[in-house]
């Protein structure tokens, strides 16, 4: 396979006979023509629903993806859990769907209108002839590390050894290619790429002799240095500028449900500033979601994501897009800009409204 999304671009190629519209069941636009007001500012420490809030039917029903369990994809059903998509007129159905670039096809096929997932899946359906802008970036670094078996010892050890992504084309197939071209290495030529599955499917693939490493984000990490297992390199300290996470929705539904994905941006940027106000309450999120009652795997992802990953006013990095671009096979990523892919209108609108001055007054710094 050539050196980057490969599969990938196949897959999203076959993805665009779809038409790109909005789903067929999309509830129609019947709310005011402008969001809730984010209110008076509550106590410090307060969030979501007070008790015994009488909450009116919702405007709009939701699904929306999560495309693996991770400290980002925590931030749907923290909101879910607080409230704050019913607070903000919503019935949001938060579901499982691996891999970005398979969320990426529900959309396309009109399954699903919104998503939280890698830049790299998006910008590949666009460049494809998608119409999927970005409205905002989440997480703007890398967070993956590279962990591999006790034999290596470094990462020119890599050659001719496996490693293991969770899917071809994927923000870490991209993330772990990336990182063996600026070691020394040419995936797939000196170092194979193997498609796993999931974070924990990888470390099971170490444990089997199936693979030599992978690149795995907290709480896995945990998992595979109990293991035995370590790392030999950490992507987000290379230095290079990565959009990673990013929040997206089909251009059709944008035009036509604008108010709806105003209610659903509020209420996910909410949840960030939860995320870091309330370690107590995300981390019992956090362990519903992960299904574990594992304290130092909650310490440490509510540490990295709180402190570290999560933006709390976030806008994508343009720098970031074109680090992707940089890496596309696509012909077209030669002369596109990475401010062709993002769409900010429901962001700035959030800004102008004093939204981001509410949040500061309610959760703090």
């Not at 939701?62 to 409230?83: C, E, F, K, N, Q």
């Not at 529900?106 to 460049?127: H, T």
Request: aromatic letters at 6%; charged letters at 20%.
């Amino acid at each position: 396979m050539p050196r980057s999304f490969r599969a990938g671009l196949a897959a999203l190629a076959l993805a665009t006979l779809f038409a790109c519209r909005a789903p067929a069941d999309a509830p129609p636009a019947t709310a005011p023509s402008s969001a809730p007001s984010s209110g008076a500012a509550q106590p410090a420490g307060s969030h979501g629903l007070p008790p015994g809030a009488d909450v009116a039917a919702p405007v709009a029903k939701l699904r929306v993806p999560y495309s693996a369990i991770a400290g980002s994809t925590l931030l749907l059903p923290l909101a879910r859990d607080a409230g704050l998509f019913a607070r903000n007129g919503l019935d949001v159905e938060v579901v499982s769907i691996p891999g970005s670039s398979v969320v990426l096809q529900s959309m396309l096929a009109g399954e699903i209108p919104i998503s939280a997932v890698s830049s790299a899946a998006v910008v590949e359906a666009d460049l494809a002839g998608a119409d999927i802008p970005i409205i905002a970036g989440v997480v703007n670094r890398a967070v993956n590390v590279l962990m591999v078996v006790p034999s290596v010892n470094a990462v020119a050890d890599l050659k001719g050894k496996r490693l293991g992504v969770p899917r071809i084309g994927d923000s870490t197939d991209f993330l772990t290619r990336y990182a063996l071209r600026q070691q020394g290495l040419e995936p797939d030529r000196d170092t194979a790429i193997l498609q796993i599955g999931g974070n924990q499917e990888i470390v099971t693939a170490m444990q089997n002799g199936a693979i030599e490493g992978g690149a795995l984000s907290s709480p896995s990490t945990i998992r595979a240095r109990r293991l035995g297992y370590h790392q030999v390199l950490d992507l987000g300290a290379l230095g290079v500028p990565y959009q990673h996470t990013t929040v997206n929705v089909l251009g059709s539904y944008l035009k036509t449900h604008e108010d709806v994905v105003q209610r659903f941006l509020r209420a996910y940027i909410e949840a960030i500033w939860l995320f870091r106000a309330d370690k107590e309450f995300t981390q019992k999120a956090l362990a519903d979601f992960a299904s574990t009652d594992d304290q130092e795997l909650l310490d440490e992802t509510w540490e990295l994501y709180a402190l570290h990953y999560l933006e709390r006013i976030p806008y994508p990095t343009l720098e970031g897009l074109q680090t992707v671009l940089n890496e596309s096979l696509q012909p077209k990523a030669k002369e596109a800009k990475p401010e062709q892919f993002v769409d900010l209108r429901v962001l700035e609108s959030l800004k102008a409204s004093g939204f981001f001055d509410d949040l500061r007054a309610r959760y703090g710094d």
